[in-house]
């Protein structure tokens, strides 16, 4: 599949096929808590408080508090941590899959954190549980951001300074088990373009494939996973155009995607 040959196809076409793409770790689809499409999950994070290293994992691996890249863009903690509840809340509004902050950073699902080594602007580190089932489920995923980056709240037209929100939003769906279908028009596209705000229609098919619709947004639901859906070793095709500049792996021996 090459995501070259989308562009000829209608606009339609391309929306429905672009619309969304699951994440492909060693060889499976992976999300929270079970394997099986449509279940709902309930994944804990938390914000690093100290030092963290994660030795084996290749992006992330050294993490600080988050405030080391929010200070520097004289973004307060209140407004980062608001920020990052906006972002969860996308997630939740839309799917089946609830997010509980919690102090303990060791036992978090979701660790959030800046990079002690500045890349890129943000990474996620999806790490699967081992386990004796068939299929594994996300174990833990570590989402850092950049302190050498500037970070911004709110779209203002400067493509260069990354929104907080849209960011840590983006790397939640990797956090949460999606990848990027394409590299515009999504929530989970890899280009920081503002040109959207929110969950775009793929996004929130995405989410619902993987936890089911959240009650109230049951008309999500039928649209089915169609082509987008398909796990693709090529996903990662674009990265360092933009926020996806950060790779999403499993472990150390996973084989570099691009
Ligand atoms: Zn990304």
């Known amino acids: ?19 969304f793409r699951l994440l492909d770790l060693e060889n499976q689809t992976v999300k929270w808590r079970t394997p099986t ?43 980062f941590r608001s920020e990052v509840a906006a972002a969860f809340r996308m997630w939740e509004k839309v799917a089946d899959i609830s997010f509980r902050e919690t102090r303990d950073t060791r036992a978090a699902g979701i660790l959030i954190g800046a990079q002690a080594r500045p890349l890129g602007r943000a990474f996620t580190n999806v790490a699967l549980k081992q386990g004796t ?13 950049n302190p050498k980056q500037p970070w911004k709240v709110g779209f203002d037209g400067r493509l260069g300074v990354y929104d907080l929100r849209y960011t840590i939003a983006h790397e939640i769906g990797h956090a949460i088990g999606l990848d990027h279908p394409s590299a515009a028009g999504q929530l989970m596209s890899y280009r920081y373009d503002e040109k959207q705000t929110g969950l775009q229609p793929g996004d929130i098919q995405g989410a619902v494939l993987l936890y089911g619709p959240r009650a109230n947004t ?14 693709s070793s090529d996903a990662n095709r674009g990265w360092p155009f933009g926020i996806g500049d950060g790779r999403v792996t499993s472990s150390p021996k996973a084989i570099d995607p691009r």
């Open 218 to 231: 049951r008309r999500f639901a039928t649209t089915g996973a169609g082509a987008g859906g398909v796990p």
């Open 37 to 79: 499409f449509g279940r709902s999950a309930i994944v804990t994070y938390a914000f690093a408080t100290a030092p963290v290293e994660t030795p084996g994992s290749r992006n992330c691996a050294s993490m600080l508090p988050p405030a080391a890249a929010y200070d520097a863009s004289k973004i307060n903690k209140r407004q």
């Open 133 to 145: 089932g068939e299929k594994k489920v996300i174990g833990r995923s570590l989402i850092c951001i």
């Open 1 to 19: 599949m090459t995501l070259l040959g989308c562009s000829a196809a209608g606009a339609e076409d391309a929306k429905t096929f672009l619309g």
